[in-house]
Structures are given as C-alpha cells and as structure tokens.
C-alpha cells in the first residue's frame, strides 16, 4: 500500500515521515514541499539522513504516483480546501491534518479563520479523526480530519462525560499548557529561543480557533450546544500539551461514577491509558508516543472535578492520530507502526 | 538600620541577600545557616563572590547584633514558629516568610500543614504582608508574615473585585503555572534536571497549602467565606509564576467596570502594572523585578472573565515583597532597593 | 532467547528496557533493582504503563530465571565487580555497562576509580564492547565491556585516523558536552533544575575517570602511549554528548585523505553516519536512536583538523550500544531494534 | 550628561536601556529605531512598561538634541561605518557596538566580512574598548570600538600570559560555548524555540568573523602574530558565553606563576573575579552582571593549561563593556551603574 504527503517539511510533516517509515503495512511513495522541491529529504530535515532516501517534489498533484491510494495533507489551514476535492476526484482517499475539514457549519470558518469555505458540502463527508469517539465511521473513511492538537487533549478529557450527559457545561473551564512544536516551524519571533524561553503566557484568550471544534464534538456527544473557555498556554518545552479541565458534575457525581463512565468508555482504545490513582500525568511520560494519558481529581471543596491529560501534540496531537485514522480506514490494526514506548 | 537573615542559604534568602545588598538604606549584619554555618557566603552562592564578604553563622539568637533590628526568617515551614516569639521578646520587628503566621485560624495549621501551632496568639498580631491591601497596617508593624508565593499572584488578580464584592465565588478557578525554583533548594528527584525539563504537569489538585491562604484573604477582603479551587503546575523554568484566573462576575460586569475597579484598587501601587489592552503578562516581563504585570479579557461567549497575573515568585512571590514590606515597617520609600528594571 | 538486566531503574537500566521491549528477538525475563524490589517497572518509570508488565526484583542471584542466557549489568561503578565472576561461572553471558571491566591495567582502577579491581583476571577476558573497533570479537564473546558515553563519542571521533596512524598526539584536545542525563537518576545538587538550567560549565578538567579508557583504545588503535586533555561539560539539555575534537595530522594531511580515511573505516556500519559537507553534526539529530553522527572541518589557518560527533548518550553512548553488542554476540542482524529515526 | 543609543530594540541596545536607567551620571535622551520609530519603547521590550518612558525616533542624525554628548551605536555590523563619521564630525564622543571599528587592518574587512571598509582613517583612531587592556587610553577617547562577546571572554582568558609572552601560541584552542542571545533579536530557523533547544552544535568551525578580533589583541599584546582556532558552540540557554581555552605555555609553566600572572594582570580590575581554586566558572554565577568569572586547571598529564571564563553576553560581552568604556571616557568610577550582583 502505497500513501503520499503533501507538505511533508513541516513538524507534522516530518513526524508523518518517522511514524510512515517504521509502518509495517505502507510504504511512503511521495513526498511534496513547495518550498524545497527538488531537496532530499534529509537537508532539510537531517535527522532521516541515511534512513530516508526520497526527494520532495513540487506540490502538483499530476506527480503523485498512480499506485498512492491515499494521501495525508499536511498543508496549512486554507490550502487544503483547495487541494482535497481534486484528490477526492481522483479516488484517494485523504486524511486531511489541517483544520479545513473539521468543522460541520461553514459559517464558523467565516468566524473563526476568516474566510469562507470553498467545499461546504464536503463538511458532512469528512469524518472527524477521534479513532476514540469515531472508530466505526472511520473504517473505510474516504475523507477524514484529522483533529486539532488542543481539541486532542481537551475531547478525549471530557468525552466519557459529555456521552453519558453528566457535565454541567456552564461551569467547564480548558487551561491548556502546549509546547513550542505546536507554532509550527516558520520561525516567528514570539518562538524565537530568547523570547520564550525561560517564561510562560497565555495567549488568544476566548478566541482561539480551536474553540468551535471543541464545542462541535462535545455538542455532539451530549446533545446539546456546548459553549466553553478554552484558554492555550506557551511553555518552555518542545512537545506535548497538558490540559486542565474543570468541571462541576450535575448532581455533584461521585469518585465511582467518573471512574466508571471512563473505564467503560476507553475499554478497547489502546492509547489512552487511564493513571492508577496515585498518578497524574506528565507529558513527559507520552512523548515521542501515541499515548494519551488521563488523570482525576475530585475537588471536594469545591465540587469541581479536574480532569488532566498530556499527549504529544505532535504525535497523538497530529501525526500519530493521523496514521491511527489510517489504520482504521485501511483496515491494519489500530495500533500498527504505533507502538513505539515513549521517549523518556 | 542594621538587619539580619535567618536561613540565608536557600533560594528566598540568597535573593534576600541580593536585595538587601543593593538597598540604600539597610546593612546586613549577619546571615545564618544550620548546614552551612563557618562558610562564607560566597562559597554557597558564588554569585557573590567578591560582593558580600560575610560568613554564615550558626542559627543561634545569642549571635545575633544587639544593633539589628529587624530581622528576616527565611526558615522551613514549621520552624520559624520556634524562633519569632523569642526574636519579638527580644524587641526585634520580624518579616516571617514561611507559611507559620500567615493563617489567622490556628486549626487550619492542622487542617493543611499537619502540625498544632505553638504560638497560635501570635497570629492576631501579625500584618498579612502584600502591601497593595495592608500598606497601612504594615507601618510600624512587628512581625509581618510574608505572603506564599502563589497567594501573592493570585490576590493580586482577585483583590479589587473581591473588595468591590462582584465576584460570583462560586465560579472561581486559579490555574498556576510556577517554575522551580518555587520548590525551593533542596535536590529531590522531582526536580532532577531530567525529570522535570521538556515537561508540564499539574500538582497537589485541591489539597495545595496555599489554598486556605488565598481563601482568608480573599474573605476578608470580600466580607465573607470563600471557598475555591488552586491548582498549580510545574513548568520547566527556573523563575516566575503565572496565574490564570477564571470567573464570572455577579450580574455579568463590564470590561469598563472591571478596568475601573483594577484603576482604582492599584492607584499609587508602584509594582502593579496594569498592561495596555493589548498586551497580556508573560513571566520574562517581570524576571527579577518586584513587578506584578496584570491583564485580562473578558471572553463573552462563556461570560467569564478571565484575569493573567505574573510575577517572579522568588521577588514579589518572597524577598522583594519582603523588602517592599520592610520599607513600609521602617518608613523607607516603598520602592527602596527595588527599582531593578526586569532582566530580560 | 530471555534476557534480564541487573540494575533497571537508573537512566541506562530504562532505556535498555525501551529497546528490548521492542526487540523482535529477545524476550526481557528479569529486571531487578535494590531500592524498589517489588514493585511494577511503571511505578518507577510511568512511561512504561500499560506496556511492560514486570515487577522489580530483588538484585539476588539465585532468583534469575534458568533460561536468561544473558545479562546487561547496568549497576553502579564499583558493583559489577561484585556480581560478573558468577554470573559467568553461572554459564550467562554478560554485557557489563559499568566502567568495571573497560580498562585492561588493573592498577588505573586505583589511580582513577580509587579501588583495587577484585577480578583482574577478567580484564583481559573482556571484550570492549565498541562494535565499530571490535566487531569479530564481539560475535560469541562471553563478557563484554560496554563503552563509557563520552569515549564513545570521543573514539569514534579519532578511531580512523588513530588506526591509520596518522594523530599528532601532542596537539589532541577533545572538548565535551554533555546533556544531564549523563549525571544518571540519583538526584544531586548540582543537577537541581535551577542550578543547571540557563548554564554551562567545565567539570573535572584533567581528571575525568574517562580519559584513561579513551588514552587505553587510542593507544591500542594506534600502538603507541596515548595521552591527551579530555574536557568535559554540562549543558541544559536532557540527552546527548557533542564531542569537538582538536588535533594536528602528522605531515598536515589533506580534506580527501580524511574523507577516505573515515570512508573505509566507517565502510557497512548502520550507525556511524558521516555527514554530507555542508553539515555538521547536532545532537538533536541523533536522539533517541543509535546514530552516531560525524562531521570535521580542516582549519587551514591554524593547520587543525577539527572533527565534530554527535550521540545520544543514553543510547548510542549506554544502552543502544549495550544492545547492538548483543546482537553481535548472540547473532542476530547488528541492526536489529535499533531501526528508530532520530525523535526530533 | 545626556546619551542616546542609535539601534536600540536589538538585545544589545535593551540591555543598554536596562543599564543606562540605572546609571546615576546620565540621562538617556535619545533612542532610535529603523524599524519601530514612533513607538514607546515598551511596545517593542514590554519589560520597561512603566520605568522607561521614552518612545523610538527615526535614526536620523538631526533628530538627536544637540546636548547628547555621547552616543552608543548598537546598528548591525556593516551600518555603523554609514553613521559615526558624521557623528564624529558633530563632535560627539561615540562607543560602537558593531564591528565596524574593532580591526586595526581595513583587508580584514575585505576578508572576514566581504565588504571593504568606508571609513579606514578612523580605524587608526578607535580605542579598542577593553578596559582591563586599554583602560588609560579609554579616557577621554572619543572613538571606542566596543569588543565582540566571544573576544571578550577569549581575551580576558589569554591577556595576562599574552602580555607576559609565556604562551606557545601553536597550542592555543578556544572553544567557546553561547547562549542563543548572541545571535540577534532577529527570529531565524536556527534559533527557533523546537530547533535549537535541547540540542548543542558547533558552527563556522575556522572562520567566524570574531578570529581576526581575537588574533589581533593577541598580537598586540604579546608582540608577534597569532594565529589560532576559535570554534563556537551554541548551547540551549538565554544568555552567556563560556569560553574554555586549552594552551601550553614555554617552558611549561607552574600553576604559581599563572596564579601570580593572572593576579597582577587583573589588579584593581573591578569586574574580572580570579575564582578560589576550589571553584570554576559557570554562566549562571554572572548572569546580568558585568563580571567575568575566571579559573584554571593544570593537566599535568597533557601538560596543558586549561582556562575558563564566563560572562553574559549581553553584559560585558556587549551593553555592560560599553557603559564601562563610557564611564572611563567621561570620567565616571569605573563601576558606576553597573553594581548588581549577578542575577541567580
């Protein structure tokens, strides 16, 4: 089986390429950059020296391979609308990794990025990339979106819960706290090494993009329109988010119940791993993996529940959902080329 | 005016020394140390060297310069209440900055430290030192207790609406982002370079020491009982705490309402700066400054408010506080010894 | 084929049991541990949750499963000594990861380790285990010697040219740094996050316990007395050791008499990688896999050859190491659980 | 006395203003800015919000009040040479932070920076502004090149044994080790938070722009030509440079005669700290001060001297050095304005 990149220089890119690379069942046919066309992969990203031998090509979609039956976007939010119908066209199937796909309502991207959608009819084809809540649509997929990195950590917090329609959502607060990795790669000043390093911010507080594919998922899960703070954090590290959630119960809950509804509903999902109790999660223990691991508290004080789960934004953030999904869609095993332990 | 330090070879005093080396007004006459007593100062905090020439003492009162007259605690928790009454016996004014007199009810010292308190009608006498709500009570005053350091942040956000008496309690959350040097000096594997670098986690959910501290004042200041959840983080900085204050204001507020009440609150309060509306607090902005940087945005769709405080813990989180107290107990300008602009 | 490790709770000992947990040809029987006998590896490491089921045994002989046929010692210096000679008259073979079995001349334990070797006669016995010098020896051997982190770096740097006899002696300056790690588990002062983070320093200049492995090897390369200045230091990182080696070719030497020196040594090793021209080795390049990446710049001016290599010290300088000599000595491809690209 | 700086939103001219604010002698009347002129100064560096007041001018010369007496030029190298003719035309007294001045011989320029040189009359006039070297010639100098960061270190390493013309200069390698600040404010892949934290590299191996800097002082002081290896190494930190510097000396030397060379060299020198010989240099101990810390080790075996410096970049490898040539030039003490203790 044979899959395809496009825009592979990015850190979702790349990350892509690694998990790709040591993937029993694909092989990794063609890889695209429009900025480095012509490169070896390797200059630009020299750790796959001597490991992976392709060449990026020019993002034109005449070059992909014919044998590629599908193909991961990695472009920016924007450009991938203008590129997946055409796949789509061509009969590949598309694990988009950017946000254009994500949302059910086109108007929330006039909202939120600020410019209208180019496809809106494709918004009721795509399946939402959450192997967690989705696994079932996910088999033989054609167009999955691949989640957000903070969506990622806050859902798979609050999803046991928002099912089983016990969240009282007027009192749920996200405090997202995410690694460097997760701007990007185009150096900006704000991620310039001596402006973040050794300090931390808040930053696009009550508008962060992420925001409305939050709302989305847990309205759908719960039945309900969900409105929500959502507030990101920059940290002085390169991976993982840690999220922080705070909830009250309706009916106040019960340590028992949350153990509960959680067992039951991550009973058979192989990445996330629910802490013994004297645990909280580090994202340091999920780095380099696909883990997302989840931890609780129950506030007795306060009748808050604080949920926290850390994942490796690029890996079960991004790269590492995204060869999940595929799994799913082709039919490997969920875990397959994913069992790497995390990197301490 | 000749001052002394008590356990000045741990992260609050060596920044104690560093201040007080540089205040116009004071002299430090003698530093003491159990460990590292007959060693000069330099040789645990080569820093100094060529800088401060004392040498450590022993911690034994006996020691101390009739000449000193106000002294600084900068004991573990649990052992300045054995050395204050004695220092005050002896006519000595105290600035204690451990956790030991900063509680008025003696039964929380029970309830969260674990320990009966020995002297618990010292703590009616003793001045809540964070000069922006008690700059009046702290002329003159005896023994002043220090604020915690992740009190100092998080009153600083909430004080002038809890004594506006706007805030719907019940809605309150403070997420605390602290680096580790709030965890003191002390070598344990949870602050083990490679523990904790490239690494976020969250700590002591809803049974942090700091919380009943924060709630007292925020009672006193609001004139009722307040009950709410802190949750700190550890993040893998040396300096600085941010807080992330989330809540909802009774009757919903206004952006002017709160600009108002915050202008008002902090008029001639020369460490409070409250930022431009574009602009939020970030930890390097305060590094080694007394500086407290506050913003804040209100996020309409959720109707929270969501208010961002950062300060240096080891400056405005302990010494430099302590200083700003000793100014205010001596009659020295507030600003004495602190005008330090932030390292970048 | 079973394999156990002795000593699988510090920094070396986890990474070893990442490796062989996903090697496709051993099976890990038996970790064991002196201070958390009796409890599951993921208490002590909870990166491993849900993916290594073994407890913690005590460090007692007797209780090694018959059907271990090897055995990765990853105890203190000093220790190993006390436990190879039965386990080799127990029939197992041995990779030893300590320095215990490294140096040939019994009496450089007393001038640098400060005791008196309790088996000398195995010194001889013990193969170095540094696959790229000693790879025919190493198939079948019985005790191998596992290289210290920084002579890996450093031989691997000068074994070309050491071999064809061509090094300056006198003018050999090997300059160091090493990421954290490298200061292994224990929790220590001088590796308090706030003491190391934001800094760098030089650290036994002249005297480090390394210098005398690295003169041994060189010497044996080149058959002659080695001595030379090995230097080394500690910077804010987590993993990896950047080696900048000085010295003067005899006769001056030439670009392409290195580039083929290297070449030809260097001919069929998977893991030693010799850049292209226009790169020079990072350690981020090379973390988390076993790569060993080299690169050198002639300084016309001042006649130096200055050659760069870049490890992971857990990996390629401890652990990654220990398991690509076991794979000579059992057999199996030398590349066998190895194959990760670098984590960026 | 009123000074401006020309180029003040770069981290040398930040820490210009951080100094200067703190200066008791002068007022900072003029700062100026290509590309953020009509901005306050806090917009750009929000550290002075509320302490600095000043807002950015355009860099035109007219523009500066006619009272300036003294102007700090921290413009990018090359831009310098456009600008301080004129302003020594204006009679100004000018301390240039560029390179633009610091090379006696205009082919250097040609050589090392690949353009030639618009103003070579004036190399003859500029004082090379190292005070502990040129301190008498500093007086009343109208014209003072401003030292590099990595000469600074290297030098003040090497003056003393340069002087006494004990040092075999084919020995000598400086390998140097800087924090990320050193590059610039500018935001460059390279120094991109996730590209260069937790990782080291070395760059320019054998032709930095700084070698010729150091060669020539060298020169200067020993009487003869240096030719020597400089390589730098970047290392995941804000700021600081460590500079380890391996030599031999004629005749081999004795640890006495470095102690008494090194004394007498730095005699009344108030910012060079000859460390206790239990002690090395480390970046942290200097952070935000003007000192320079030094130690050395002899290598018996190798028979090398190995000395250490470590300094901030920002400070005495750039803003720190340039008030301490200011305050010789006008006359100040020497240390005024730059007495804080390093910042742990």
């Known amino acids: 089986m044979k899959v395809a990149i496009l825009g592979a220089t990015g850190y979702t890119g790349s990350e892509l390429v690694r998990l790709l690379h040591q993937h029993p069942g694909v092989e990794l046919a063609f890889i695209s950059s429009r900025g480095d066309a012509g490169s070896p ?11 992976v031998g392709l060449a990026l090509q020019p993002p034109a979609l005449e070059l992909i391979p014919d044998a590629v039956e599908l193909i991961f976007c990695a472009l920016p939010h924007g450009r991938s609308v203008e590129v997946v119908p055409a796949l789509l066209d ?3 199937q598309v694990i988009d990794l950017s946000a254009d796909f994500r949302l059910r309502d086109p108007g ?6 600020g410019w209208t959608h180019a496809a809106p009819e494709l918004l009721e084809r795509a399946v939402y990339g959450l192997p967690e809540i989705n696994r079932e649509a996910l088999s033989g997929a054609v167009l999955v979106a691949n989640p957000g990195c903070f969506p990622t950590g806050a859902l798979l917090a609050l999803a046991p ?9 007027a009192s749920v607060v996200i405090d997202a706290k995410t690694g460097v990795s997760g701007a990007g790669r185009t150096a900006r000043p704000a991620f310039h090494f001596p402006e973040c390093a050794e300090s931390v911010k808040a930053y696009r507080i009550g508008d962060h993009q992420h925001t409305p594919e939050i709302e989305q998922i847990l309205g759908e899960l ?9 507030t990101p954090h920059l940290v002085p590290m390169i991976r993982g988010i840690l999220s922080t959630v705070y909830l009250r119960l309706q009916g106040g809950g019960t340590p028992e119940q949350v153990a509960r509804l959680f067992g039951e509903f991550y009973e058979g999902a192989p990445f996330v791993r629910l802490l013994p109790a004297e645990q909280l999660p580090e994202t340091r223990y999920v780095r380099g993996s696909n883990c997302c691991d989840l931890g609780w508290r129950f506030d007795r004080r306060s009748g808050r529940l604080v949920i926290v789960s850390a994942i490796d934004n690029l890996v079960k953030g991004a790269a590492g959902q ?12 969920e875990e397959s080329g994913l069992t790497q332990v995390p990197l301490f």
């Open 41 to 51: 992969y390797y200059r630009v990203h020299p750790q796959f020296y001597q490991a």
């Open 90 to 92: 061509a009969g590949k």
């Open 108 to 113: 929330l991207y006039e909202d939120w990025y």
């Open 161 to 169: 819960l928002a099912a089983a329609g016990v969240v009282d959502w």
């Open 222 to 230: 719960s039945g309900g329109t969900v409105t929500l703070n959502f």
């Open 322 to 333: 995204a060869v999940q999904n595929m799994n799913l869609m082709l039919g490997y095993s």
